[in-house]
């Protein structure tokens, strides 16, 4: 069965690039069929989406997120990552990576599974 | 911005039924997903499509539609489903929305 693994670093210092990638490993991210995402929790509170990417790279962003975000894809590793910049301490979050999954008309989309995620402080 | 609104917290005794509501104004048009999280796991899907329930899943948990609301039933309730709740659709655009989440308390 597919899993997955957040990974990247803990801290960010305020104005720098948030960096993480997620490991997909019981499946192959190019074999299609799925799209791949990141969401996050800020400490405390509820889930918010960032984005998801095919594996042929087209994306899709929260237009509250668009303008810092970029998600890219690696199927060589097997790997996508996510890049957050100019962070301030609001993007102090709990982000997870996903599959995500999609109704036959493909205008509705869920996520399963999740990885466990990853806390990212950022602090000076 | 597209919102779904949840209530806070549910409580419940052990064996009864527990219904979380989750509104929305385009959820006669979009599916809803309901989402479990225990504290310090991620989210693990419970319902999808409305009312499909994933493999693993107990039968306990149901759920339905009904104009802007869907509700999340967990029948006879027990204390490993103490846990938040969120429900999860998307707007006329496809971006996708979560819910604020519901804490369910098994009294």
């Known amino acids: 069965q597919v899993q997955l693994q957040e990974s990247g670093p803990g801290l960010v210092k305020p104005s720098q690039t948030l960096s993480l990638t997620c490991t997909v490993s019981?499946?192959?991210?190019?074999?299609?069929?799925?799209?791949w995402s990141w969401i996050r929790q800020h400490p405390g509170k509820g889930l918010e989406w960032i984005g998801y990417?095919?594996?042929?790279?087209?994306?899709y962003y929260n237009p509250s997120l668009k303008s810092r975000v970029t998600i890219s894809v690696d199927t060589s590793k097997n790997q996508f990552s996510l890049k957050l910049s100019s962070v301030t301490a609001a993007d102090t979050a709990v982000y997870y990576c996903?599959?995500?999954?999609?109704?036959?008309?493909?205008?509705?989309?869920?996520?399963?599974?999740w990885g466990q995620g990853t806390l990212v402080t950022v602090s000076s | 911005s597209y919102e779904l609104t949840q209530p806070p917290s549910v409580s419940v005794s052990p064996g009864q039924t527990a219904r979380i509501t989750c509104s929305g104004d385009?959820?006669?048009?979009?599916?809803a997903y309901w989402y479990q999280q225990k504290p310090g796991q991620a989210p693990v899907l419970v319902i999808y499509?409305?009312?499909e329930r994933p493999s693993g899943i107990p039968e306990r948990f149901s759920g339905s539609s009904s104009g802007t609301t869907v509700t999340l039933t967990i029948s006879g309730v027990q204390a490993e489903d103490e846990a938040d709740y969120y429900c999860?659709?998307?707007?006329?655009?496809?971006?996708?929305?979560f819910g604020g989440g519901t804490k369910l308390t098994v009294l």
């Open positions: 999860q659709s998307a707007d006329s655009s496809g971006t996708v929305v």
């Open positions: 019981g499946g192959s991210i190019s074999s299609g069929g799925y799209y």
């Open positions: 990417i095919y594996y042929s790279g087209s994306t």
């Open positions: 996903a599959r995500v999954l999609s109704s036959g008309s493909g205008t509705s989309h869920w996520f399963d599974p």
């Open positions: 499509k409305d009312s």
């Open positions: 385009a959820l006669p048009k979009q599916y």
